[in-house]
């Protein structure tokens, strides 16, 4: 190994998690890491967050990629609240985030080096908009491997006022949403409001148990999700073939180009990927892959929550 490959992989180290905070991920279901976006990175996201919203209210869910732009009745107003699959949104920031090892050295933590990028979104509440996510679970699943989601807050998200409400160890079974609702409401045991700050990452289990509760008057406040999960998970499990990993796959050289021209000088992540897994190198890779199918997950209707695509 030469000192360069040296000094990238201490910084790779630097950004994996520490066994305490696998530890605490894996009994709560969740984990806080403040401040883990760098500010010229963040600006950026929160920029071309903007490009994607005015390009959505714009097209009114037009044109051959309009149902990206999601709309849902909000008191009889039709308000957009989602964007989906990022890449191909003409906004490299996207790329450079999915790149970074920030974010990457998270995926290989907890999934392992052949962790696959498998949904790509962003979901906000614009000012003034305090609809509620009732409680779900993104995904339920066997639980022989970890799935799971970065959530990167381009926002302050502050008790009180429309933050994420979790709850720890919800993530170990499928759970009713309907009878937790009609139980307790918001106020289930042990349920806690998570405090998020502009550049803070939230990691969460697909199958904890969150959501959050309706405000007045709500600033904007808007996150990007990426969902991960190990390409052995998916061969095993499903709900996609090997045709479609290699597709996802091929994404993460894109991300890696992305980070390093919005980056320069800085040390990249090492991608340490199993040699019968990685894609072999090709033109016109695919930023949009459709996933046509989805794992369940448990909500209490299917209006609650909008599905992934």
């Known amino acids: 190994m030469s000192s360069g490959e040296s000094g990238r992989a201490t910084l790779v180290r630097d950004y994996a998690l520490t066994g305490e905070q696998i530890r605490s991920f894996d009994e709560q279901g969740f984990l806080v890491l403040p401040h883990r976006v760098p500010g010229p990175t963040l600006a950026r996201l929160q920029e071309a967050a903007d490009q994607w919203i005015a390009t959505g209210k714009r097209s009114r869910g037009t044109g051959p990629t309009g149902d990206d732009y999601r709309f849902a009745d909000r008191g009889g107003r039709d308000v957009m609240y989602r964007v989906d699959y990022l890449h191909d949104k003409e906004q490299p920031a996207s790329l450079e985030l999915l790149g970074s090892p920030e974010v990457l050295g998270i995926a290989e933590s907890l999934a392992g080096r052949n962790f696959v990028p498998t949904y790509e979104a962003m979901v906000f ?89 309706p405000t007045l008057g709500n600033a904007l406040r808007r996150t990007i999700y990426y969902e991960f999960r190990p390409a052995e998970q998916i061969l095993a ?24 021209k919005a980056n320069p000088g800085q040390p990249g992540f090492v991608w340490q990927i199993g040699p019968d897994l990685r894609p072999a190198a090709t033109s016109g890779t695919e930023l949009r892959v459709p996933h046509l199918v989805h794992s369940p997950g448990s909500y209490c209707s299917a209006g609650d929550v909008p599905a992934k695509v």
């Not at 499990?237 to 390093?260: I, Q, T």
Request: with cysteine; hydrophobic share 40%.
């Open 237 to 260: 499990e499903g709900p996609w073939d090997r045709s479609w990993v290699d597709k996802r796959l091929r994404m993460l050289p894109l991300a890696f180009e992305a980070y390093a």
């Open 125 to 213: 509440k614009d000012t003034g908009n305090g609809a509620p996510i009732e409680w779900h679970q993104d995904a339920t699943h066997p639980r022989r491997y970890r799935i799971f989601n970065v959530d990167i807050y381009l926002d302050a998200a502050l008790p009180g006022q429309g933050a994420l409400r979790v709850v720890p160890g919800s993530q170990v079974s499928k759970l009713d949403m309907c009878e937790l609702k009609d139980q307790h409401g918001w106020g289930v045991p042990g349920s806690l409001e998570v405090e998020m700050g502009p550049g803070d990452v939230l990691v969460h289990d697909v199958m904890l148990v969150h959501g959050s509760e």
